[in-house]
């Protein structure tokens, strides 16, 4: 039976994972961790310190013929905190909470995806970023 309520829809967590870390999930990108191929990059299965099983897109930078209009495949390697003043203006003069726009960053290369698929429902946007409306400069996000 079907009530008029939408359904609960919770909070993602969208992790910034070093690339080391990367590399020894996926055994380097190696073949036995391949679950497919796309227009874009490889796909890669791979298993979180927490147990959580991922999928991992690995996205070829020779695949798009202007580089320059692929958003997503730029702003991929800067999603790491420590990359993430690169992709900030710099008139904000370090005021902003790196983690939160680390997490925006995330939560946007994920809209963007060549993919449709692979696009969370703007339910799922709007949950995600909800938590970092609160955040404030110098304050880590804790969701």
């Known amino acids: 039976m079907k009530s008029g309520a939408p359904a ?5 967590e969208i992790p910034a994972i070093p690339l080391a870390e990367l590399n020894r999930l996926t055994s380097n990108f190696g073949q036995k961790a391949l679950v497919g191929e796309g227009s874009y990059g490889q796909v890669y299965r791979a298993t979180l310190s927490t147990g959580e099983p991922v999928a991992i897109k690995k996205l070829d930078p020779s695949a798009s013929n202007d580089p320059d209009s692929d958003f997503a495949a730029q702003a991929t390697p800067r999603l790491s905190e420590d990359k993430v003043k690169q992709c900030v203006d710099p008139k904000l003069e370090n005021d902003f909470p790196p983690k939160a726009v680390a997490k925006l960053a995330a939560v946007a290369a994920l809209c963007v995806q060549y993919e449709a ?3 969370p429902n703007m ?3 709007v949950k995600a970023l909800q938590p ?5 400069p110098g304050q880590d996000s804790h969701q």
């Open 132 to 136: 970092l409306l609160h955040t404030k």
């Open 123 to 125: 339910t799922i946007v």
């Open 8 to 12: 609960k829809v919770l909070p993602i």
């Open 117 to 119: 698929d692979f696009r």
